[in-house]
């Protein structure tokens, strides 16, 4: 409490000594807030206080240590997230609280979550040195246990008498710095140095001066039964000092133990002992601490329970030695004077499955120069290191000193256990014998020598099994390669195209037909009909002319081979094409839509229909149809039109959803077949087959390139329709004739209905649809629109028809005859090209030369003259 009120009060020094009129140390811990505490820290934090200076200036203004203390259990109670700092009176008999456990910084940064260091590569390697760094592992003594029996009580500890039976009581006494408790009327209590169970019955010998129930009344037991037991611990101020990472004066519980305090202190540093730490009371030696039978047992040995006033000391490292290598845990250790080798790897867990235990090699630092020391096993008893000393151990050699190998052929390939007397045919029994496609005509024994030189031994298969051929002993190492017949050729395949369902490549085999290669491919399509196949296969016999043979069978409407075609044996690396049938297409479809009787979609009946013919399947036009502004709309190369594949593919999958919607539950065998047959198609990777769609990517390829070269059209789009313009009168009064144009897949014929208007529009004052008048020519037009403005370039004004067609403004000398104006039309009036006009650093220019031209001239003058 103090402390934070000399942060509200001054900066530096505290001269005042109350606030708000009342008296500092007359101030409760216990009655301010945590906000209030959480406030003040806050602001001591800002001013750049640390908790030495705050505890010094404390005592300066006479604040007693118990409430100093209070404050360091309020904010140790605050970092751990406990919402109440106080505890009921029937919690406090079963419990005590918490004192805090901080150092000179701890008071701010506990609250703050600070994280646990990150340890240098020196530090990591240190043996124990992460122990102290751990935030889970504190060592705080556990204040819920029951008082130890030897814990001696002293001023600040609370004794708490519980009484129940007869009469019902609970006291809590506090041992004053006299080291004597008072209970009401009663004498004072001497504890100072007793043990709680000595405390105990000097404690109730004076309560029953008052409470006669506590003692035995003649033959009658006592009436009032007790609990004497421990509340509130005191706390002592412990040094830690040395080679620790924060040295200071610290208050802990006096429960505490030297691990709480070297834990508070930060542990050692990378210089510190881990093997020697000293305890100190009333200047004299009372415990030696040694940290590592803790880390490899558990056993705290010297760690005792410490004392008001003590000094813990933790000195340099006098011998520290690294081992590392194949150990469990490899790093830094520290030995004593009587150490061996064999406790360092005691320390260090022992070797790893992979080291080599025979013997380690030590390097020691000498006097001069540094030396090598081989200690082999049978010495690592007696071998001690000292201080310096880097001990590596080995891992044993990566090779196997009884093994062979046999691969390839054979039924269990691996490794094998080289036996004594085992030989090759020993080794292949052992292996499962080998496989029917082995080559027998010979094995490969690789072997390695001596002298890690490899030599090949070649031995016939089939004489060794036979007994022809001696058997060979085998040597560690030996490799043994049986050839599979299958590794020494070709991979044997087929490939078939063109109209079936799924073409590839596929695997040979012996005997395979035609049939059953077209049955492998998912069999032939409907376009295969009454069309040809042809078998391309290698020519290993012709002649330097001959490229392959090609053998030609037929195909039957049943989409069947004949029985003597169906039977062609095939051979490895056949080609088969089966070919589409001539004429063969799918339905194509062109589309009518306007002033036509019969609008709607009609399929081309003739590769060479044209429009005139759609029209009369049509029914011809209406009497409200403008042929005038008739219009053709067919797809670019550049349109994602579909193949005859995709369109059956579709088709069949909107068959199959059709047929799997349908809410009957008396769906026959057939329409389940014709489902399960459907799911097979619906991933089938389709090929297209149209004989066009080369030529088409050719010519689509070759306008791209035209447009990225040619700077005039680079800005040129390209869509997947356009429109195509015909005279549709032209074509009704001539059909066949050379307007009337063969239709397409996807062509759409256009006819509005009659026009009435003519749109006017670019650079004029007021672009508008004007009504058509056959007496109106083009001039008439601009001036119901208000008439050109002056950017209009009034030679580049054209006009766009109904049909697509496009018609400019024509000139012959100083004339300019405009196009023909019809209903529908759209007159465009071009803007003229914008023109910089000249800066004054141009005019100058200009300037500039005609002055030197005049210049010229006047000297050629003199030089005439």
Do not use: C
């Not at 033959?219 to 039964?225: G, L």
């Not at 035609?514 to 002649?543: F, Y």
């Not at 392959?548 to 044996?569: H, M, V």
């Amino acid at each position: 409490m103090a402390l934070v009120f000399i942060v509200i009060l001054s900066g530096n020094a505290v001269e005042a000594q109350s606030l708000g009129g009342v008296e500092l140390k007359s101030v409760k811990v216990d009655e301010l807030s945590d906000e209030q505490i959480l406030n003040y820290i806050k602001q001591a934090e800002d001013r750049g206080l640390t908790q030495s200076q705050l505890e010094l200036l404390a005592r300066q203004q006479g604040v007693s240590e118990i409430e100093i203390s209070k404050l360091r259990r309020r904010v140790e109670s605050l970092r751990s997230n406990r919402e109440n700092s106080y505890i009921s009176s029937s919690e406090k008999r079963s419990s005590r609280a918490e004192p805090a456990l901080l150092n000179s910084e701890s008071v701010f940064g506990a609250l703050s979550g600070d994280e646990a260091l990150e340890l240098t590569e020196e530090q990591g390697k240190i043996f124990g040195f992460d122990l102290f760094q751990n935030k889970s592992l504190s060592f705080t003594p556990n204040l819920n246990l029951p008082t130890p029996v030897d814990y001696q009580l002293g001023p600040q500890d609370v004794i708490v008498v519980d009484l129940w039976g007869a009469t019902q009581g609970y006291f809590q006494f506090e041992v004053s710095s006299e080291g004597i408790i008072r209970p009401e009327n009663l004498s004072p209590i001497y504890v100072n140095g007793l043990t709680i169970e000595s405390a105990t019955q000097k404690v109730i010998d004076r309560l029953s001066q008052i409470y006669s129930g506590l003692k035995p009344q003649g033959n009658n037991p006592p009436t009032i039964f007790y609990q004497v037991s421990l509340g509130n611990i005191r706390t002592i101020n412990v040094e830690v000092v040395g080679e620790v990472a924060k040295p200071s004066m610290y208050a802990l519980s006096s429960l505490s133990t030297v691990y709480t305090a070297l834990h508070a202190a930060g542990g050692p540093t990378e210089n510190g002992t881990f093997r020697k730490i000293r305890v100190i009371r009333n200047n004299k030696l009372i415990s030696t601490l040694d940290v590592y039978p803790y880390l490899t047992s558990g056993i705290r040995s010297g760690d005792v329970r410490l004392k008001n006033g003590d000094v813990i000391i933790v000195e340099p490292f006098s011998s520290r030695i690294e081992l590392d290598g194949e150990v469990k845990r490899a790093g830094l250790f520290e030995l004593t004077d009587n150490e061996r080798f064999s406790d360092l790897l005691l320390f260090a867990g022992g070797f790893t499955s992979k080291a080599f235990k025979s013997t380690v090699t030590v390097k020691r630092n000498g006097d001069r120069e540094r030396e090598i020391i081989d200690v082999d096993q049978e010495k690592f008893e007696e071998f001690q290191p000292i201080d310096g000393d880097l001990i590596e151990v080995s891992a044993i050699l990566d090779r196997f000193s009884n093994r062979v190998i046999i691969n390839g052929a054979i039924y269990r390939e691996g490794e094998y256990q080289l036996t004594d007397g085992l030989s090759l045919i020993k080794l292949i029994e052992r292996a499962g014998g080998v496989r029917g496609d082995a080559n027998m005509s010979r094995i490969t024994i690789y072997r390695t020598g001596d002298d890690f030189s490899q030599s090949v031994i070649p031995v016939d298969l089939a004489g060794l099994l036979t007994g022809n051929v001696k058997d060979l002993a085998l040597v560690r190492e030996d490799v043994v390669q049986i050839t599979s017949i299958y590794d020494i050729k070709e991979e044997y395949f087929v490939q078939v195209t063109g109209e079936v369902l799924e073409g590839g490549i596929y695997p040979f085999f012996k005997q395979m037909t035609v049939q059953d290669l077209i049955i492998l491919s998912g069999g032939l399509k409907e376009s295969a009909s009454g069309a040809m196949i042809e078998i391309a296969r290698r020519n290993t016999n012709g002649g330097v002319n001959s490229a392959a043979d090609i053998i030609t069978l037929s195909i039957d409407q049943t989409l069947s081979l004949d029985s003597e075609d169906r039977n062609q044996i095939l051979k490895p690396f056949d080609q088969v094409y089966i070919r589409r049938s001539p004429g063969y297409t799918i339905q194509q479809q062109v589309t009518v839509e306007g002033e036509a009787l019969a609008t709607g979609v009609y399929t081309i009946s003739k590769k060479d229909e044209r429009i005139s013919d759609i029209i009369k399947r049509a029914g011809g036009l209406t009497p409200y149809a403008d042929v005038s502004g008739a219009i053709l709309i067919r797809k670019t190369e550049f349109s994602n039109s579909k193949s005859n594949d995709q369109v059956s593919q579709e088709s069949l999958q909107q068959l199959r959803q059709k047929v799997m919607n349908d809410e009957s539950e008396l769906k026959n065998i057939s329409q389940t077949q014709l489902i399960e047959r459907l799911k097979k198609l619906e991933d089938r990777i389709e090929t297209d087959t149209q004989n066009d769609r080369v030529g088409s990517q050719l010519k689509k390829d070759l306008i791209q390139d035209i447009s990225d070269q040619d700077s005039l059209v680079r800005n040129m789009v390209i869509k997947d329709e356009e429109p195509v313009a015909i005279d549709l009168k032209m074509i009704l009064e001539a059909p066949g004739s050379k307007y009337d144009l063969i239709v397409k897949e996807g062509d759409v014929i256009s006819i509005p209905g009659k026009l009435e208007t003519v749109r006017v529009a670019g650079e004029v004052t007021s672009p508008l649809n004007v009504r058509y008048d056959e007496t109106y020519k083009f001039k008439d037009y601009i001036e119901r629109s208000g008439g050109f403005l002056i950017s209009a370039k009034k030679g580049g004004s054209y006009i766009l028809y109904p049909n697509g067609e496009r018609r400019g403004v024509k000139r012959f000398l100083f004339f300019k005859k405009y196009p023909k104006v019809q209903a529908g039309a759209t007159i465009f009036v071009s803007r003229k090209p914008e023109r910089n006009g000249m800066n004054a650093q141009a005019w100058i220019g200009i300037g500039s030369g005609l002055a030197t031209i005049g210049l010229v001239v006047v000297q050629a003058i003199r030089l005439t003259n």
